[in-house]
C-alpha cells in the first residue's frame, strides 16, 4: 500500500468516527508509525510502506477512531513554540493559555520569582522560564505523576536549573509576601454542568483532577485567589485562566482592599479567558 493509500484509509474511518481534523490526524499518526518527518512524508507518499508500518499506523488509527486524544496517542503537544511531553497523567496544553505566559513575561519583574499553581506538563512554567532565563520558577501540582512530566519537560528545554518542582496543593506551600507574580490554569468546569458540552476527548480522557471544581466550577479558583493574596508581594501580579462566562462572578470575589488593576484579558477567540490582578502596594 502506497502512503497516499494509507492516509486515506485512515482518513475515511476517522471522518466516520466524527474526528474534528481526520487529515492531520492520519497524516500525524502515519508519521509517528514511520518515523517519518513530514518533508520526507510529503516527498514518499507514492512510495509503499512496510507491512510493519502499516500494522501499527493502523493500530494507531483505532486509537484515535475510540477518541483518544492525538496528543496523549503521539505523548507531544506543542505550546509557546516548544514541544511539551504529555501523558494521561496531565492537561493536554490549549493555545488560549499561552496568554498566560506572554503576560507572565511582560510583567516579571528582572530577578523576580513567579509560581506556576497546578502545573501539570510544566507548560507555563518552562515557557515562562525558557524566555526569562533571569527569573525563578516555581511550579506546584498535587500530582506525583504530573511533577514526573513537568520535570522531564523541563529537562528536555534546559531550563531544570531555573525550575522548581514542588508537590503541594496550589499556594499552599509558600510563605506570606514571597512572590512577585502567580500564574495559574486551575480546574474550572462544573461538574452541574451538562457535561455533553466538553468535548468526547476531554470527558474520556483527560485527567478529572485537572478539569472539574465544584458544581460551579468555581472552588479552586476561591482558594486560588485567597493564596494569592497572601503569597504575593505588594504589587505582585495575579494571572489566571477561567472559564468562558465566568469572568464577572471571579471579578466580584475580588476584595477591592488587596487587589487592584483588575482586567479580563481576551483570546483569540474574543473570549474573556484570564484575569490579570494586581496586589495592592
Same mark, same amino acid.
Given at each position: 500500500?502506497?502512503?497516499?493509500?494509507?492516509i486515506?484509509?485512515?482518513?475515511?474511518?476517522?471522518?466516520?468516527?466524527?474526528?474534528?481534523?481526520?487529515?492531520?490526524?492520519?497524516?500525524?499518526?502515519?508519521?509517528?508509525?514511520a518515523?517519518?518527518?513530514?518533508e520526507?512524508?510529503?516527498?514518499?507518499?507514492?512510495?509503499?510502506?512496510?507491512?510493519?508500518?502499516?500494522?501499527?499506523?493502523?493500530?494507531?488509527?483505532?486509537?484515535?477512531?475510540?477518541?483518544?486524544?492525538?496528543?496523549?496517542?503521539?505523548?507531544?503537544?506543542?505550546?509557546?513554540?516548544?514541544?511539551?511531553?504529555? *501523558?494521561? %497523567?496531565?492537561?493536554?496544553?490549549?493555545? =488560549?493559555?499561552e496568554?498566560?505566559? !506572554?503576560? #507572565?513575561?511582560? &510583567?516579571?519583574?528582572?530577578?523576580?520569582?513567579?509560581a506556576?499553581?497546578?502545573t501539570?506538563?510544566?507548560?507555563?512554567?518552562?515557557?515562562v522560564?525558557?524566555?526569562?532565563g533571569?527569573l525563578?520558577?516555581?511550579?506546584?501540582?498535587?500530582?506525583?505523576?504530573?511533577?514526573?512530566?513537568?520535570?522531564?519537560?523541563?529537562?528536555k528545554h534546559?531550563?531544570?536549573?531555573?525550575v522548581?518542582l514542588?508537590?503541594?496543593?496550589?499556594?499552599?506551600?509558600?510563605r506570606?509576601?514571597?512572590l512577585?507574580l502567580?500564574a495559574?490554569?486551575p480546574?474550572?468546569?462544573? *461538574?452541574? %454542568?451538562?457535561?455533553?458540552?466538553?468535548? =468526547?476527548?476531554?470527558?474520556?480522557? !483527560?485527567? #478529572?483532577v485537572? &478539569?472539574?471544581?465544584?458544581?460551579d466550577?468555581?472552588?479552586?479558583?476561591?482558594?486560588?485567589?485567597?493564596q494569592a493574596?497572601?503569597?504575593?508581594?505588594?504589587?505582585?501580579?495575579?494571572?489566571?485562566?477561567?472559564?468562558?462566562?465566568?469572568g464577572?462572578a471571579?471579578?466580584?470575589?475580588?476584595?477591592?482592599r488587596?487587589?487592584?488593576d483588575?482586567?479580563?484579558?481576551?483570546?483569540?477567540?474574543?473570549?474573556q479567558?484570564?484575569?490579570?490582578a494586581?496586589?495592592?502596594?
Amino acid at each position: 500500500m502506497q502512503a497516499i493509500e494509507a492516509i486515506r484509509e485512515g482518513l475515511a474511518v476517522l471522518q466516520a468516527a466524527g474526528c474534528s481534523e481526520p487529515y492531520r490526524d492520519a497524516e500525524l499518526l502515519l508519521m509517528q508509525a514511520a518515523g517519518w518527518t513530514r518533508e520526507h512524508l510529503y516527498r514518499d507518499l507514492q512510495d509503499p510502506i512496510g507491512a510493519d508500518v502499516l500494522d501499527e499506523y493502523r493500530r494507531l488509527i483505532g486509537r484515535r477512531q475510540s477518541r483518544e486524544p492525538i496528543s496523549y496517542i503521539r505523548g507531544v503537544k506543542e505550546f509557546a513554540g516548544l514541544e511539551f511531553d504529555v *501523558t494521561p %497523567d496531565v492537561l493536554i496544553p490549549r493555545p =488560549e493559555t499561552e496568554l498566560i505566559v !506572554e503576560k #507572565a513575561i511582560e &510583567l516579571a519583574p528582572r530577578g523576580g520569582v513567579l509560581a506556576d499553581a497546578g502545573t501539570g506538563s510544566g507548560n507555563i512554567a518552562v515557557a515562562v522560564a525558557f524566555a526569562r532565563g533571569d527569573l525563578r520558577v516555581i511550579a506546584t501540582d498535587i500530582s506525583p505523576a504530573a511533577i514526573a512530566v513537568a520535570l522531564g519537560n523541563a529537562r528536555k528545554h534546559g531550563v531544570k536549573d531555573h525550575v522548581r518542582l514542588v508537590r503541594t496543593s496550589l499556594l499552599q506551600c509558600f510563605r506570606a509576601s514571597c512572590l512577585d507574580l502567580v500564574a495559574s490554569n486551575p480546574p474550572y468546569v462544573a *461538574t452541574g %454542568d451538562d457535561q455533553s458540552a466538553l468535548m =468526547e476527548e476531554v470527558r474520556a480522557y !483527560e485527567p #478529572a483532577v485537572a &478539569l472539574y471544581a465544584g458544581k460551579d466550577g468555581l472552588t479552586q479558583i476561591r482558594i486560588l485567589i485567597q493564596q494569592a493574596a497572601a503569597c504575593l508581594k505588594p504589587g505582585g501580579w495575579f494571572l489566571m485562566e477561567l472559564g468562558m462566562g465566568q469572568g464577572r462572578a471571579i471579578l466580584d470575589m475580588l476584595d477591592g482592599r488587596l487587589w487592584d488593576d483588575a482586567s479580563l484579558l481576551e483570546d483569540l477567540r474574543g473570549i474573556q479567558r484570564v484575569l490579570k490582578a494586581r496586589k495592592r502596594p
